[in-house]
């Protein structure tokens, strides 16, 4: 068996390394060895969104990622929003819109929400419901959650 | 963990990817947007002893448009088509489609190679090769071939690929349009939820002259049997006569004839047959109209 693969990336503006097996996600080295555990995990399999991070800007399923594919990226996280004690706009958002209940699918739809925005500010009420169309809320019924995404309106 | 053991290596060269898939065969696979594999390895379904990552091998991603037609490297991210410039203006059909796979999110890692490599009958890209008569490029450590799109698929989720070889490169022939005549195409899938496989997918790409007499016809079906089907009877039925809304119909009835689904948890066979038929029939509306 292959001995462990050392990694280093930037999370967050920080950098981080670890030694890892090759068999390990990187969903699960966020959570597990970087004790970011703002990424949540559903389903692994790719299905609930739960996991969504940015790996070099772009939104992707952290639990469909190996950690040492991402030896060398930038990722941000859940965690990377919030300046300090101060919540970020979105998050400001999705707190005043009721735009979650348990939390659990809230990290990834943030997540999908920031890249949403970012690459496409103001979105129409479709736009928005065909964006968040890869994560699952068992919770809000996602009208709360369409609200204050559009009421952030940029990134 | 999620995944049983596995050895990982991820060459920068093609030569050395080709040289581990060829070392070590069946017991390898190679990993390119993992939005297929590292599911089926999350629940080890998949549970591969070497893992040959692609992602950073140079020259297997790209969009480039030649004399004769457009080749997309085997890397290119289903996003980066959905984001093209020139697949929008050369092949709307493609971006038309392509934002129908799965989300965002996946097609921000998912490729065009993996996408036929995987080979799920409700896949998108392995129906749009075949309506486009692509011409898809295996390479191996000994050598390269060329498969015709129509040959590529051998059932589910089982492709001409040998386990040595690199899918590298797609070659879509240019639809050319002479001054008599135009491509004209419709793309219509159906499925529960947006970004769902589909249930039923059709694509139709008609040559129309300017009376709207069809001088040549494709439609591929999708979600309807073990891989995408061209119809050639339904073709048939249409080329040398006006695209009307008889003549639709009837190619519409020869498509839900000739395909043969399956039943699974999301659709019974009789409901895929039936909304073949339907879907062809839009599919060749749109064309028409569009
Ligand atoms: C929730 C979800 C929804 C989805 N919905 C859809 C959908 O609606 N429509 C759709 O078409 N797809 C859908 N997909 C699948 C997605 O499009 C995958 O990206 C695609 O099937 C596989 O491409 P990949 O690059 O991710 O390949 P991988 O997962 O990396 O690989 C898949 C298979 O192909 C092999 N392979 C990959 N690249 C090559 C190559 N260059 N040469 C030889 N073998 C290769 C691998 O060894 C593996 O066996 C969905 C996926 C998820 C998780
Ligand atoms: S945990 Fe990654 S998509 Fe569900
Ligand atoms: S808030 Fe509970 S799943 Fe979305």
């Given at each position: 068996?292959?001995?462990?693969?050392?990694?280093?990336?930037?999370?967050?503006?920080?950098?981080?390394?670890?030694?890892?097996?090759?068999?390990?996600?990187?969903?699960?080295?966020?959570?597990?060895?970087?004790?970011?555990?703002?990424?949540?995990?559903?389903?692994?399999?790719?299905?609930?969104?739960?996991?969504?991070?940015?790996?070099?800007?772009?939104?992707?399923?952290?639990?469909?990622?190996l950690a040492v594919q991402a030896d060398g990226a930038t990722l941000m996280t859940v965690e990377g929003l919030a300046d300090g004690d101060e919540l970020h706009p979105l998050q400001a958002a999705f707190q005043e819109n009721h735009a979650l209940q348990c939390g659990f699918c809230t990290?990834?739809?943030?997540?999908?929400?920031?890249?949403?925005?970012?690459?496409?500010?103001?979105?129409?009420?479709?736009?928005?419901?065909?964006?968040?169309?890869?994560?699952?809320?068992?919770?809000?019924?996602?009208?709360?959650?369409?609200?204050?995404?559009?009421?952030?309106?940029?990134? | 963990?999620?995944?049983?053991?596995?050895?990982?290596?991820?060459?920068?060269?093609?030569?050395?990817?080709?040289?581990?898939?060829?070392?070590?065969?069946?017991?390898?696979?190679?990993l390119a947007g993992g939005q297929s594999l590292m599911p089926m390895m999350n629940l080890r379904l998949a549970r591969p002893a070497v893992v040959v990552d692609i992602n950073r091998v140079a020259g297997l991603s790209g969009i480039d448009s030649g004399e004769s037609g457009m080749t997309?490297?085997?890397?290119?991210?289903?996003?980066?088509?959905?984001?093209?410039?020139?697949?929008?203006?050369?092949?709307?059909?493609?971006?038309?489609?392509?934002?129908?796979?799965?989300?965002?999110?996946?097609?921000?890692?998912?490729?065009?190679?993996?996408?036929?490599?995987?080979?799920?009958?409700?896949?998108?890209?392995?129906?749009?090769?075949?309506?486009?008569?692509?011409?898809?490029?295996?390479?191996?450590?000994?050598?390269?071939?060329?498969?015709?799109?129509?040959?590529f698929s051998l059932g589910l989720l089982t492709t001409a690929l040998e386990p040595d070889e690199l899918l590298t490169e797609v070659r879509l022939p240019w639809l050319d349009s002479d001054g008599e005549s135009q491509w004209r195409w419709g793309f219509r899938e159906v499925c529960r939820?947006?970004?769902?496989?589909?249930?039923?997918?059709?694509?139709?790409?008609?040559?129309?002259?300017?009376?709207?007499?069809?001088?040549?016809?494709?439609?591929?079906?999708?979600?309807?049997?073990?891989?995408?089907?061209?119809?050639?009877?339904?073709?048939?039925?249409?080329?040398?006569?006006?695209?009307?809304?008889?003549?639709?119909?009837?190619?519409?009835?020869?498509?839900?004839?000739?395909?043969?689904?399956?039943?699974?948890?999301?659709?019974?066979?009789?409901?895929?047959?039936?909304?073949?038929?339907?879907?062809?029939?839009?599919?060749?509306?749109?064309?028409?109209?569009?």
């Amino acid at each position: 068996m292959m001995p462990l693969i050392e990694i280093r990336m930037t999370v967050n503006g920080r950098e981080y390394g670890g030694r890892v097996e090759s068999r390990l996600t990187l969903a699960d080295f966020l959570r597990n060895e970087l004790n970011l555990t703002g990424t949540h995990l559903g389903c692994e399999h790719g299905v609930c969104g739960a996991c969504t991070i940015l790996v070099d800007g772009e939104a992707v399923r952290s639990c469909l990622l190996l950690a040492v594919q991402a030896d060398g990226a930038t990722l941000m996280t859940v965690e990377g929003l919030a300046d300090g004690d101060e919540l970020h706009p979105l998050q400001a958002a999705f707190q005043e819109n009721h735009a979650l209940q348990c939390g659990f699918c809230t990290p990834g739809f943030l997540m999908t929400a920031y890249a949403l925005l970012r690459d496409n500010p103001n979105p129409s009420e479709s736009e928005v419901r065909q964006g968040i169309g890869g994560n699952i809320c068992r919770c809000t019924g996602y009208a709360p959650i369409i609200r204050a995404i559009q009421q952030t309106g940029t990134v | 963990m999620k995944p049983a053991k596995f050895d990982y290596y991820a060459p920068v060269a093609r030569d050395e990817a080709l040289g581990l898939l060829g070392q070590h065969g069946y017991d390898a696979k190679a990993l390119a947007g993992g939005q297929s594999l590292m599911p089926m390895m999350n629940l080890r379904l998949a549970r591969p002893a070497v893992v040959v990552d692609i992602n950073r091998v140079a020259g297997l991603s790209g969009i480039d448009s030649g004399e004769s037609g457009m080749t997309i490297g085997a890397m290119t991210r289903q996003r980066d088509l959905e984001r093209s410039a020139e697949v929008r203006e050369r092949f709307p059909l493609i971006a038309a489609a392509v934002p129908h796979i799965a989300h965002f999110q996946i097609r921000n890692r998912g490729t065009v190679g993996g996408s036929l490599a995987h080979s799920d009958p409700a896949a998108e890209i392995p129906a749009l090769c075949l309506a486009l008569d692509a011409e898809i490029t295996a390479a191996s450590s000994r050598g390269e071939r060329t498969i015709a799109a129509g040959d590529f698929s051998l059932g589910l989720l089982t492709t001409a690929l040998e386990p040595d070889e690199l899918l590298t490169e797609v070659r879509l022939p240019w639809l050319d349009s002479d001054g008599e005549s135009q491509w004209r195409w419709g793309f219509r899938e159906v499925c529960r939820r947006d970004g769902d496989f589909a249930l039923v997918g059709a694509i139709a790409l008609l040559r129309l002259d300017g009376d709207n007499v069809c001088r040549e016809a494709r439609i591929a079906m999708f979600g309807v049997g073990d891989g995408p089907a061209r119809i050639p009877g339904a073709e048939a039925a249409l080329v040398g006569r006006a695209v009307d809304a008889d003549a639709r119909a009837e190619a519409a009835g020869l498509v839900s004839q000739a395909v043969d689904p399956g039943s699974d948890i999301h659709a019974s066979a009789e409901y895929r047959k039936e909304v073949s038929g339907v879907m062809a029939r839009r599919a060749l509306e749109d064309a028409v109209s569009g």
